[in-house]
């Protein structure tokens, strides 16, 4: 065995040679990773380093005009100066020195400091108030505090940049109601507020296209709500560099952004000025009149009043009062105004009682009731008696003011509103019909008909919110009375100090049994009294169908839209029904309905207007409500127009709508007002 102690020389420089070969190798690949990375990556490095300080600003979408039926603008667009702030630079202030910007900003916008930091406030951070006081765009977005500031104001707060860190002054489009002819239509227009983190959410769950923004604005209402998507456009996107301390150095790339759509409604502004104006003046006159029966004045709450074509069912005008400002919500809605318009004591403006009042329709549900009748086994020959009573049991069911006609037809029933001409007919098919058996399938030709007139469903108008009214039939009877049978009951039992007798008896005899459908059911149905409950709306569609022929419309308030190309797309009236009426029973209704105006209940109302060229036919309704003052309908209609009117707790049909309709039709047909014929009489 033997041992190398020493390598021999050319070992030694071999060994060194790999070495070599070795550190180059390592060199090389080092000097082609750096330039791979400056010079083929150097792009993809600069972009990545850019996008470190850039910041994504979505650049709102103008949002589309609503416009009336001849082109004038009921909602538009206007340029307002705002003051904004970045959170992303106030945020990098010590709190001290924020809690002094947000004073000195809060002094010169006129706000108080706590006002001004909820404007700041990210919608669901702690301490944030509820929308809309809360800010629900991203936080690298300024944030608006104050709309419609003076160029004084905005030229202080730009000139002391050093007082006002992250504030700015910028222009904003806002939402504008030009108000042609000083037209409000607040529920029919709408308005718009932020967009919820809430309903952002559920839409990414829907998957739905024409997806809102979080710092969108959204239609909460009317035609703004329905048609929001329409209106809203696309919105462009705008990348902006931002230095170390997060304020803008430039702007990167930009997209512009798509205007939303011009919406075209079947509004008139002319007609629905003057609508608003009779709705408001009927109740204020109504205010002065006294109940007879409360001796009282009238209260004459609310109210709502419809003009509708009938031969598109097309809305011309529609007015719910009482009415709120629009406006009030452009640019954030102070929490003070906020409870203003959901206050029972300024009586809850929101409401848009055209769609959303629920009342006995009254009297002007008997063209119903004739029509079920006529295809029932009585015919235009019947001759009935118009008593000034009947008596249903141990029950005597009264004519308005105990008046007596005689024997009359369903024409002249109609015309004087004979409510005891009614209840025969009532009477007699209820008894026909199973009585008082308790069968909830019995049939019902007048629960029938008034489905089929399409009560108790909503109309399916192109606005949100509205309801479906109510059908008291048979079946409704039995839900009620087993929701309701418990307390009744107790009541029944150990009634609290104060209670009425009426209430008393009511609910004695309801515990008993309160499912059953009796007589006096039947007889107040028959006249659109007891539970059966219609909005205004719906009767409006009704009076159009007895109007065009039978044809039940889905009302529309749009009737068309032009996109930002140009394309002006119309939406075409949609048939809902057609009602199970003969030509020659509408032809007969029609008939009873237009000497309503000539020698009925509304003819002192019509005194000197040319009915011989334009015959309106009417049917007036004074619908009781229990513990309230009556509730005023006149509905009416000519060949073309329908119009409805509802005054609640405000008296009589004709006494207190009746000049206020007839102005309307005057309006409608640019005639010249005559002054309206007195009569100390005030019929039903």
């Given amino acids: ?33 750096l330039w791979y990375m400056q010079v083929m990556s150097s792009a993809d490095y600069s972009q990545a380093a850019t996008q470190n300080h850039t910041r994504e600003v979505l650049v709102p979408a103008p949002r589309g005009m609503i416009v009336d039926a ?4 009921l909602v538009g667009n206007r340029v307002s100066l705002v003051i904004t702030v970045d959170r992303s630079v106030l945020a990098k202030l010590p709190d001290s020195e924020q809690t002094q910007v947000i004073a000195r900003l809060a002094k010169v916008l006129g706000q108080t400091p706590k006002e001004l930091k909820d404007r700041t406030m990210l919608c669901g951070e702690p301490g944030a108030s509820k929308p809309p006081r809360c800010w629900n765009g991203t936080p690298y977005q300024p944030i608006p505090v104050a709309k419609d500031v003076s160029e004084q104001v905005a030229i202080e707060v730009m000139e002391r940049r050093e007082d006002f860190p992250g504030v700015g002054a910028d222009s904003q489009t806002l939402r504008a109601y030009p108000a042609p002819y ?72 930009q997209t512009a952004p798509t205007p939303g759509a011009t919406v075209v409604s079947s509004i008139d502004a002319r007609i629905q000025a003057a609508v608003e104006t009779q709705l408001r003046g009927a109740l204020f006159n109504a205010r002065k009149q006294y109940d007879k029966i409360t001796k009282r004045k009238y209260a004459a709450d609310s109210g709502a009043a419809i003009v509708m074509d009938t031969k598109t069912g097309r809305i011309v005008a529609m007015a719910s009062y009482p009415d709120y400002d629009p406006g009030v919500w452009v640019g954030g809605i102070s929490q003070r105004e906020l409870d203003a318009l959901y206050s029972p004591k300024s009586g809850t403006p929101l409401v848009s009682r055209a769609l959303q009042a629920q009342l006995a329709p009254g009297s002007t549900f008997k063209p119903i009731t004739t029509a079920a009748a006529l295809g029932a086994g009585y015919s235009t020959k019947t001759r009935l008696d118009c008593s000034s009573f009947l008596e249903v049991g141990d029950r005597r069911f009264k004519n308005y003011e105990s008046a ?138 009704v009076y159009s169908a007895l109007s065009n022929g039978g044809t039940l419309y889905e009302p529309r308030v749009v009737e068309s839209w032009k996109g930002a190309n140009g394309k002006t797309h119309v939406i075409k009236p949609k048939v809902k029904a057609k009602l199970p009426v003969s030509a020659n029973n509408l032809r007969y209704i029609d008939k009873g309905l237009k000497e309503t105006a000539r020698s009925g209940t509304a003819a002192w109302k019509f005194a000197g207007f040319p009915l011989d060229t334009i015959p309106i036919r009417a049917k007036t309704g004074t619908a009781e409500v229990y513990g309230k003052q009556t509730t005023s309908w006149l509905a009416s209609y000519t060949d073309r127009y329908a119009v409805v009117m509802m005054l609640s707790q405000a008296g009589t049909g004709s006494g207190a709508g009746g000049d206020a309709v007839r102005k309307i039709y005057e309006t409608l047909y640019d005639i010249k007002p005559a002054p309206p014929a007195t009569d100390p009489k005030k019929p039903q």
């Fill in 404 to 541: 007596s006609y005689g024997m009359i037809g369903f024409d002249r029933a109609l015309a004087i509103s004979c409510d005891t001409f009614f209840y025969r007919i009532a009477y007699a098919l209820w008894l026909k019909e199973g009585g008082n058996s308790g069968d909830i399938n019995a049939k019902d030709p007048l629960v029938d008909m008034a489905k089929k007139f399409g009560l108790g469903t909503p109309t399916g108008i192109d606005l949100p919110g509205e309801v479906s009214g109510r059908i008291a039939d048979r079946k409704w009877k039995k839900q009620y009375y087993d929701s309701q049978k418990d307390y009744y009951c107790k009541l029944a039992a150990s009634p609290p100090a104060g209670t009425s007798a009426f209430l008393k008896q009511f609910s004695r005899e309801f515990c008993v049994d309160g499912y059953r459908y009796r007589a006096g059911d039947a007889v107040n149905f028959s006249i659109g009294q007891g539970d059966t409950i219609i909005t205004p709306l719906q009767l409006a569609v």
């Fill in 182 to 253: 000083h037209v409000n239509a607040a529920h029919l227009l709408g308005y718009l507020s932020p967009i919820t983190t809430e309903e952002l959410e559920k839409i990414d769950e829907a998957g739905q296209d024409s997806v809102p923004h979080r710092s969108d604005l959204v239609g909460r209402a009317g035609v703004e709500r329905t048609y929001d998507a329409m209106l809203r456009g696309a919105p462009g996107v705008k990348n902006v560099i931002v230095d170390a301390v997060g304020y803008t150095t430039g702007i990167e790339k």
């Fill in 70 to 73: 001849k082109g004038r603008t």
């Fill in 1 to 33: 065995m033997s041992f190398d102690f020493f390598e021999t020389p050319l070992k030694a420089r071999l060994r060194l040679f790999v070495i070599g070969v070795l550190v180059f190798s390592l060199f090389c690949t080092l000097f082609a990773r």
